[in-house]
């Protein structure tokens, strides 16, 4: 069962690059790996799904090494309407409606004027 | 565009009550889900469902029970509450093949 390890916190500037990495030492071959921001009181949305190397879309990039034991969110520009939590989800598919889902614990990003 | 509701955004009820929480979908999704989320701890999986009457346990099942009768619907059950349930309830649905999870507003409850 993957296991999944965040940063607790990230501050960031107006305007800069974040990037925040999960650690999934333990992933399954057919595991995706998804990544949801959430405001307070609200539900999660998703952001972005990757299996391996690089995925974009117009809201972030995703960059999975070779190994896959890990993941990093890319967050382009950021303003202050990113500041939320940031998980990551490892879901594994055994067949016959069998899954396990690993969230992490979440990343707080404050973004600072 | 893809909707997940739940039935109450915020609610209070008293030690020993049974709290149904519902969720309804209209993605025609085979899986449905129950977490409850609590500061520290994130997400937790309470149960969940890959079919009609179908339902497997999550990480923690204790004091809860689910009913899922129609595809779109997935209730969870509180069948004598207690402080410790107080938290926010989440659901969300999948399609098959282990893909995205679409996720509710979220249920804040309060238990007394």
């Known amino acids: 069962l993957a296991k999944t390890t965040q940063p607790i916190s990230m501050d960031s500037y107006e305007g800069q690059e974040v990037n925040i990495t999960c650690s999934h030492n333990?992933?399954?071959?057919?595991?995706?790996i998804t990544w949801y921001q959430q405001f307070p009181s609200q539900g999660p949305r998703f952001i972005i799904q990757g299996y391996k190397t690089k995925v974009t879309n117009e809201v972030a990039s995703l960059f999975i090494p070779a190994d896959r034991k890990s993941s990093t969110l890319s967050l382009p520009r950021v303003s202050l309407s990113d500041t939320a939590v940031y998980y990551c989800?490892?879901?594994?598919?055994?067949?016959?409606?069998?899954?396990?889902?690993?969230f992490g614990k979440g990343t707080k990003l404050s973004v600072i004027p | 565009d893809v909707k997940v509701t739940q039935s109450s955004r915020y609610l209070v009820k008293r030690t020993g009550e049974k709290v149904f929480l519902e969720c309804v979908q209209d993605m025609d999704h085979e899986n449905m889900f129950w977490y409850r989320q609590d500061p520290g701890l994130g997400l937790r999986l309470i149960y969940f469902s890959y079919d009609v009457k179908m339902k497997e346990k999550g990480d923690i099942p204790e004091g809860y029970s689910v009913s899922r009768e129609k595809k779109e619907r997935f209730s969870l059950i509180l069948e004598s509450a207690s402080t410790n349930q107080t938290s926010m309830y989440l659901c969300a649905s999948m399609g098959d093949g282990g893909e995205t999870q679409y996720f509710g507003p979220g249920t804040r409850l309060l238990v007394l």
């Open positions: 333990n992933i399954a071959t057919n595991d995706y």
């Open positions: 989800l490892v879901v594994t598919y055994s067949g016959a409606g069998s899954y396990q889902l690993t």
